[in-house]
């Protein structure tokens, strides 16, 4: 059974403002714990239903092996603790990582996201970054919290390896890195083709939210613009898939 | 107000079994709507909120020059009909269309999906099939019903261009590409690299579910793999990046 302190700890981390108050957010699921784990992110606890010891024994293991925390919970304590309507029977809290914009001007790329609103695309974003190996992601300011557990889940994990700045001010992040000699590239529709798109490491490859597209003054930031061409009748791409199209591309 | 029997026939749509009885499903959102009136697909209803007139007024006048009927709710019908807890104010009960496999053995390559279960991607996958102008999708028996509202809003419209065949029986459907010549491709993480794909129009893509991969007879029948490289941790990217990857390439 877990105390009732923890479980009221766990519903704040469901409101962003108590994750960031406590520096904390929640992981739920296996896959998400399994790369947490594997991760250096710390993990102060994992809490699991106590009739699944078996189905997570090897997270279990893990778990002990480095001193983690494992609370075993009842089916009563769900209701209170639960995010989802699936709960897969095993969460963790994790400590956020806090990065600056000096940890991400290293040799890698950046990405710059705009405003995007949508957990799962954000999600998406992060695992599709991770696959191709590009580190490094800027947020905007307005744009959903990363800690959110649906993007947790949608990134299957790969939020712990990505380098995530939450910038305050997107306009004056990206002119700090023009001033390091990034450049500044973007997609619209009247670019250059994105097939004679070559890979740098100092660029920094900015994609506005499908709801509202770049800001004015972001968009007179940018150096050079490029078009994933298309040939149907629908307005625009998702945005995972473009921010997908351009970084196989730039692999 | 609308009729009671109306709100119970939309209730019902709800269901795949009722969808699959009427031929019937529902579209919800200006977005979807607008593209539903500029295709060909059938439109039997249309229901807005009656205090929302206004901001529909574009799409009541193209509904009135097609003599499409239009409905008007109040918000305590809503409660009744909605789909969505955000509801946007409009919705449409459109006709299926109903393709067969001849009517994908046109000119253009077929993307075929086998036991994909999540909304969103097969949405997604919809909509960037559409902006690539690829109109033919195969899903496979044990799909998600691409006629649910999830489906239809994650496609932003492109459900009306596209010539979607549900086959009973994958494996056949496939051999009987096959059997008219069409190459059969897909993914995987030992292939040829995709770099060298070449498009060609009578091409069957193929791509399995992220939770269950393509069954061993699917996969006995496919000639060609490719891969998408990658550099990062993660196993696997998300579906409907890799067929947006795999699109932009052939494209």
């Known amino acids: 059974m877990i105390s009732q302190s923890l479980k009221k700890h766990i519903s704040k981390l469901q409101q962003k ?4 108050e406590f520096g904390e ?3 739920e699921g296996k896959k998400g714990i399994e790369e947490a784990l594997k991760s250096e992110s ?3 606890f994992i809490i699991i239903e106590g009739n699944k010891r078996e189905e997570f024994q090897d997270i279990i293991q893990k778990a002990e092996k480095k001193n983690i925390n494992i609370e075993y ?14 709960y897969p029977g095993i969460m963790a809290i994790v400590q956020m990582s806090d990065y600056s914009l000096d940890d991400l001007m290293n040799k890698s790329p950046i990405i710059c996201l705009d405003r995007v609103n949508d957990p799962g695309n954000l999600g998406t974003i992060i695992r599709t970054a991770d696959w191709f190996g590009i580190k490094n992601i800027i947020l905007s300011e307005g744009s959903v919290d ?15 390896r990505e380098n995530i700045f939450l910038s305050k001010n997107i306009v004056q ?14 997609l619209d529709l009247n670019g250059k083709n994105l097939e004679i798109l070559k890979s740098a490491p100092k660029t920094v490859y900015i994609f506005g ?3 509202h597209g770049l800001s004015k003054d972001l968009r007179n930031l940018i150096e050079e613009t490029y078009t994933i061409s298309g040939a149907g009748e629908t307005e625009s791409l998702n945005l995972a898939i473009s921010v997908g199209i351009v970084l196989n591309k730039i692999f």
Chains 1, 2 share one sequence.
């Open 209 to 211: 939210s499908e709801s």
């Open 146 to 160: 990363p800690f959110m557990d649906k993007v947790a889940r949608s990134s299957m994990g790969s939020i712990f």
């Open 17 to 20: 403002k108590y994750r960031k």
């Open 25 to 27: 957010f929640i992981v």
């Open 42 to 44: 710390e993990i102060i």
């Open 173 to 186: 992040t990206v002119l700090n890195l023009k001033k390091k000699n990034y450049k500044i590239v973007s």
């Open 73 to 86: 919970c009842t089916n009563k304590d769900l209701n209170f603790i639960k995010t989802t309507t699936n």
